[in-house]
């Protein structure tokens, strides 16, 4: 099977040990890379050592959880953070003679992202049984979709810069296998002192999505651009809030390397990634190590690994004895889900039973991609432009804001945004919600620039000092700096000459050419 | 056919039954026997039934509310051994013993 990806090809690189460099915390498209990645594709010519080159190939597994009021299969709370075990039904807790009931919100949230992401949606989907022993999955299964999951066959275009040049943007696809519902399990908290672990059912149950992507990818800038986008996406339909720290985006991945037209390596799984920056980390760490291991004459194992994030280095994970078998089954609990859409809509059922796929479509929002074109196409920004835009949360919308409500043009405005104020943001790790600058102060700032009463460098000079946040407009900044540029003629006049005066030879020589 | 060793080793792990002695064995291969005759029906074309109810059972629905959860008291009665509300359990997975070192498997087969 010819390899299909990016024709990333990389060399055998230096060491990356501890110390990988990184940009600050938050996602990024051009963040620095452990190894280089040739995106050119094509084949490459062997390096120095004469070794061949290695084509990596990385999948993901991701798991969303549900941006829902109740559980996947019953009604109790989904929330983060609550009294262990107080967000548990009988149900969860996987007592006799309790039954599975679905859970419309989340059926209408798969629906969404599978259509956001391209899918074809399958009208009847089945959901099966997953056996596994461990005790934060008290009925020792989890209900799954195995056989007919509800979406399949889409795709992700996602965007990454050349050369750690914003202006090269370059897009790519991923394709997504499919989109199935499953339960999440409990928590288990580890107490190795007294050597047992603490159980916590409160997130046994809530809903999740598993979204697979196929192996497209080849490093771990690639994946983390793909997952950066999958979230910006899931947090616009709204079916999934996808804060990875809060653990509602969980993403495994699963990595090998082979030679140009050999077949594909042996893969192992990384879990254990808790965010995005992490997740390019562990992927080009797992990389090199298996090239390394491969190139020293070892092989690889088909196991499964956690990164280690202050390492910076993946581990074999314990307890993972072997290939498991999860003996899948039908659910005999529930029946097959039937979706439909305008021209298979029964005619005479309680619309509250009915689920229509036309209707959710025409309903969806835009999608960060088509934002991004219309905030382009609408203030004649750059598309590297509007990316930074959308990457900030509330940032787009702090730019609209602004422009809304000054006359300078939105080419200038986006400069003032993307230089200057996130640049304080960063500098002090906050959000935009959290600036203490507003969408108000600074368009009036921008307006005393645009009309001329103050210069460019001034008008810096009062951001850092709106910037403190004491209350001042700009205006009252200005005149308590006397930072007004002058507008009389006659007073310009008069400072020009005693500059002139004052320096007679070498207004001469400039006159004499 | 008999059932290798092996597959039941395997089985008494995936599952946690215990198949004891040769009798447990044995009824165990006459169950594979009574499943096996579904071969001799010829299924070639037929979508596999997923209920007999088929066409008339329609997967309920329910609205997006929270109607149960809060009675962590009740439930922490079931558990043997709990501390500060959570439920206890070994450190992992306890594995089954080694073949050679299991008491019960297959005795007096």
């Known amino acids: 099977m010819a390899a299909r990806g990016c024709g990333g090809v990389w060399r055998r690189a230096r060491q990356c040990g501890a110390g990988l460099p990184g940009p600050g915390p938050g996602p990024f498209p051009c963040g620095q890379r452990a190894v280089a990645c040739n995106k050119r594709g094509g084949a490459v010519p ?157 997130r046994a149950g809530v809903g999740l999505m598993e979204v697979v992507m196929e192996p497209d990818m080849c490093c771990g800038e690639e994946a983390a651009a793909a997952v950066r986008e999958l979230q910006l996406i899931l947090q616009t339909l709204g079916s999934s809030q996808a804060v990875m720290a809060e653990g ?63 390492l910076g280095c993946t581990v074999p994970m314990r307890d993972k004895e072997g290939k498991q078998d999860y003996r899948f089954m039908p659910e005999p609990n529930l029946p097959p889900l039937i979706l439909y859409d305008t021209k298979s809509l029964p005619a005479n059922m309680n619309h509250q039973q009915v689920i229509n796929i036309d209707w959710i479509q025409e309903r969806l929002p835009d999608l960060p991609s088509v934002k991004r074109e219309k905030l382009v196409e609408q203030y004649g920004i750059l598309p590297e432009h509007s990316f930074t835009l959308l990457n900030e949360d509330g ?19 986006i400069g003032w945004i993307l230089n200057d104020l996130l640049s304080y943001l960063k500098q002090h790790s906050l959000t935009v919600k959290e600036s203490p600058v507003s969408s108000f102060l600074l368009a009036d700032l921008l307006n005393l620039l645009e009309k001329k009463e103050i210069s460019s460098t001034a008008a810096k000079q009062v951001l850092a000092e709106l910037w403190k946040g004491e209350g001042k407009t700009p205006l009252e900044i200005v005149k308590e700096q006397k930072l007004e540029l002058l507008q009389d003629q006659k007073e310009l006049e008069q400072i020009c000459q005693a500059v002139i005066d004052g320096q007679e030879n070498e207004v001469i020589m400039m006159v004499l050419g | 056919q008999k059932v290798s060793v092996e597959v039941l080793d395997h089985l008494e792990h995936l599952a946690l039954v215990d ?6 064995v044995e009824r165990l291969q006459k169950a594979i026997q009574f499943a096996d005759q579904l071969h001799e029906v010829n299924t070639d ?64 087969s």
């Open chain 1, 248 to 310: 509602q985006l969980r993403v495994d991945a699963n990595v090998s390397v082979h030679h140009p037209g050999e077949p594909y390596g042996v893969r192992t799984e990384v879990k254990n990634i808790n965010s995005i920056r992490f997740l390019a980390k562990a992927v080009d760490y797992e990389i090199q190590r298996q090239i390394e291991e491969l190139e020293n004459g070892g092989t690889i194992l088909n196991e499964t690994r956690a990164f280690d994030s202050k």
């Open chain 1, 46 to 202: 062997a390096g120095k050592s004469g070794v061949a080159p290695w084509i990596p190939v990385v999948g993901l597994e991701i798991h969303a959880q549900i941006s829902s009021n109740s559980k996947l299969f019953s009604g109790s709370q989904v929330q983060f953070a609550a009294p262990p075990n107080s967000l548990v039904s009988f149900f969860d807790a996987s007592l006799p003679g309790t039954l599975p009931v679905l859970n419309r919100r989340c059926v209408e949230a798969a629906v969404m992202t599978g259509l956001a992401l391209n899918c074809s949606i399958n009208k009847k989907s089945l959901f099966d049984r997953k056996h596994y022993f461990y005790a934060d999955l008290p009925a020792g299964y989890q209900i799954t979709q195995q056989r007919v999951p509800i979406a399949v066959n889409g795709s992700l275009s996602y965007s990454l810069c050349i050369d750690n040049k914003m202006s090269q943007m370059v897009t790519k696809t991923v394709r997504i296998k499919q989109i199935q519902l499953e339960q999440d399990s409990g928590k288990s908290l580890h107490d190795d002192t007294r050597c047992q672990t603490l159980v916590d059912l409160n």
């Open chain 1, 395 to 413: 940032l787009a919308e702090f730019f609209e804001s602004v422009v809304k409500q000054t006359q300078m043009k939105p080419k200038k405005v």
């Open chain 2, 19 to 24: 198949f004891r002695d040769s009798e447990g």
């Open chain 2, 45 to 108: 074309g037929v979508e596999p039934m997923d209920s007999v109810l088929e066409d008339r059972w329609c997967l309920y629905l329910r609205e997006d509310d929270v109607t149960e959860g809060n009675c962590t008291k009740e439930l922490l009665e079931n558990a043997r051994e709990k501390v500060e509300e959570y439920f206890v359990a070994p450190p992992g997975n306890i594995p089954l013993p080694k073949l050679e070192e299991r008491e019960t498997f297959l005795q007096g």
